[in-house]
């Protein structure tokens, strides 16, 4: 009980601190771009935020050690197929946090930028920051295992949460008002 207590009162008092900073940032980085005469201030501005906010608790996470097993494994979905006898809390575990690390980024990458609103480059630009996150495992040594499957379902994740906003930035794409997502 007291260690449900301890995770759930840190999570809390984490919220209480950043909800008003990333509202802070949000505010200050649209006023500046608004000034600068940016197109969509406050579009790039909560998207910005929202990915870092999004997206560093679960990196945070990722690059915590632990005492589990260290290594590298680069063989595709042998991880995975481990988990099939596994409990369905480890098995969600593992893959519902793998699927969600990148969930902020995928959704609102596209609302950022127009260069990114397709599921292919989403996926390309997830792929390749899991692949810095688990080459920063191994080289750390965090008593983390480094694998593939973690890159194949992060990706995945990412490119699920873009989707899932698609309807969001979509019409900005395709009626042709880019300016909506465009930077400077």
Request: charge should be positive; hydrophobic fraction near 55%.
């Amino acid at each position: 009980m007291a260690r449900t207590w301890e995770l759930w009162g840190n999570v809390i008092i984490a919220g209480t601190f950043a909800l008003p900073l990333a509202l802070l940032a949000i505010m200050l980085l649209s006023r500046h771009r608004s000034r600068a005469g940016h197109p969509a201030p406050l579009r790039a501005s909560l998207a910005d935020v929202g990915i870092v906010v999004g997206t560093a608790p679960w990196i945070w996470m990722i690059l915590t050690p632990s005492d589990g097993p260290s290594g590298v494994n680069l063989i595709p979905f042998t991880d995975l197929a481990d988990l099939a006898g596994a409990p369905w809390e480890a098995v969600s575990v593992q893959v519902g946090g793998n699927l969600l690390v990148f969930a902020a980024l995928g959704a609102l990458l596209p609302v950022r930028s127009a260069a990114m609103s397709s599921p292919g480059r989403v996926a390309a630009v997830a792929a390749a920051f899991s692949v810095l996150v688990e080459a920063l495992q191994y080289v750390c040594r965090l008593g983390r295992l480094s694998s593939v499957d973690d890159v194949i379902l992060n990706a995945t994740g990412a490119v699920i949460f873009a989707l899932v906003t698609r309807r969001w930035w979509a019409r900005a794409h395709t009626d042709g008002d880019r300016s909506m997502v465009t930077d400077r």
